[in-house]
């Protein structure tokens, strides 16, 4: 099952690398990783989602609140939620295939950020099933580079992951 | 004028760091000076509150630490210089971590602003200690000393304890930079709160269970001894007549000699702790963490049992084997509320059920009870620590190595006391045996120190004989010398028809002429009617140190010993014999 970690962090060097490097020892998986401090720049935080069944889960969020600098954590995915990836995709344009691009860009609420004569660069934001709904629909037209900012997410309503 | 007389004083890093050490009560600090360390060093020659101990190797020094912690409950303190000094400390950081014991690190750094330029000594510690230790912690201003120090000490010392890496690059230690110095009372994180005492609820349907059992069972481990509960562990089981075994981390949380303690369990335990925990009804764990040294294979771990499990850490808990009541806390206060419970609802057991559970019991007490082979030609290494534990009155501080000669120990010395065992478990390190011993003998000198090891795990830390004679460390060693790495020869044995791929030992040191090389009495025995005379010389040379190289059975292996993939009742019993 996969699983939207958030973690509030103390912003301290070495902190960041406390919590990968618990996913690498211990055999954890980490499909994606985000990290920025917050409002209050004493505390960063993550958003990590992994995947394993529920022991495993358990076991992930107990070793994390082990972790000294780990302040509070919350697993987004067992209640409802919010979540967004931001992807930036540069695509080879011929101009013919311009319009199609714009057109299917449209669809998914995509911006087409920068232009060059050969390129368009489209920015795209979504869940991630969405983002990779939107690379399949570029089939056939030259992919040249992508990037994914890594899932972010937050939970609805009046629920809270705050000190 | 009183203004003046508040001024807090105006000292340097390397000052304030001494003068931590000496607020936290720190008496001895184990180490090895270098280049990055030397102004601290300068200032610990300029006081006299904190004393330090020059071991050979900084792998002993991070042992003694350690062995301080296990026999005192309060954490040692290390000084290491950085690069090379550092990375030798890393086996015996590690070895802390995995028995959770509370020790502080103390680790030279180059300047700041070399960091990072693969500078001469410069290791990455933060990275190196990361995965083995509670936490580490580099000090960025040296006016935050006193601080760090405070809360290196408060996170290995509580909860869950465990090692405290703290680097210090040399910069922050300056003699000429001074700062005033003040240290903190207390200290309180808001990220981290380990002081469970346990959900009340939780423990009276613990009680409750475990009042309705009919094959009650009490497994208790090394949290036991370093939650200082076997006061109450004691009480508790008395009051409810139920069996006890101990972990190899937790012997003497429950006393040996009592007719209600069944032996140690797992891997190497005896024949009557296995079956009884297969066979429970509840299992009640008490500071145990489901090792897979203890529950062989996992699926076929006691298939009966309903789990009642208590420990401060959450993530020992369901970790391996479910527990079906889990109870967060330290486990004092735990045992604590759960006498009161009993105390108020005067609950007992069926009286009849128990009474057939221990006539089972003692059934399964005479189907092993600890025999081993008798031999005319060689001494036993079992008889030697009975003998031991007859010399020294079952009271002395026994440190071990890792092997064979540690399971003997384990097995034949029946410990009575809490903090009196003291042995790496969890990462199984030899060469912990001797500095082990020392850290021992140095904070309890009127104490017997006794270190029962191999001649293949002395040789690992041997350089301390040296460390011993300058501090007047006089331990006694118990050197079991079966001419092999035993443990891995009985392997060899059992699994790969005895082909002896580097087991044996050649070329042994004359343990007595090293010993005597290094200002120290050695004795020699290799024939039984020797033992008891070199014994009782041995013991009566109060004064030295005395290394007793005793010859015996390299042929022995250690039994019981469970099938490896099996239940934990699936035990070879002997070299012929199965369950
Ligand atoms: C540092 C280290 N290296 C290797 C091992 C693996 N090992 C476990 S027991 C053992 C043999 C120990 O031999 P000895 O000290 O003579 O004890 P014996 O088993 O013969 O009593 C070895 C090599 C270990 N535990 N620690
Ligand atoms: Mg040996």
Redesign the interface.
Known sequence: MRHILSVLL?NES?AL??VV?LFA?RGYNIDSLTVAATEDPTISRLTLVTRGDD?VI??IT??L??L????KLADLSESAHIERELMMVKVKTTAEQREEVKRCADIFRGQIIDITANTYTIQVVGTSDKLEAFIQALNGTQILETVRSGVSGISRGERTLS? | MTSQNTQPELLSGGAMLIRALADEGVEYVYGYPGGAVLHIYDAMFQQHQVKHVLVRHEQAATHMADAYARASGKAGVVLVTSGPGATNAVTGIATAYMDSIPMVVICGQVMSHLIGDDAFQETDMLGISRPIVKHNMSVRRPEDIPYLVKKAFYIAQSGRPGPVVLDIPKDMTIPSQKFPYEYPKDIKLRSYNPNAKGHPGQIKKALTTLLAAKKPVLYSGGGVILGQASEELTTLARKLNIPVTNTLMGLGAYPASDPQFIGMLGMHGSYEANQVMHNADVIFAVGARFDDRVTNATKKFCPNATIIHIDIDPASISKTVNAHIPIVGLVKPVLQEMLQQLEKNQGQLDQQALGHWWQQIQQWREVHGGRYEQSAAHLKPQAVIEAVHRHTKGDAYVTSDVGQHQMFAAQYYKFDKPNRWINSGGLGTMGFGLPAAMGVKLHYPEAEVVCVTGEGSIQMNIQELSTCKQYGLNVKIINLNNGYLGMVKQWQDMNYDSRYSSSYMDSLPDFVKLAEAYGHVGIRVTKAEELEPALERAFALKDKLVFLDIHVDPTEHVYPMQIPGGAMNEMFLSKTERT
Do not use: C, F, P
């Open positions: 103390e070495g690398a406390r490097g020892q022991q358990e076991q107990k070793q609140h082990k000294i600098e780990v302040v000190l």
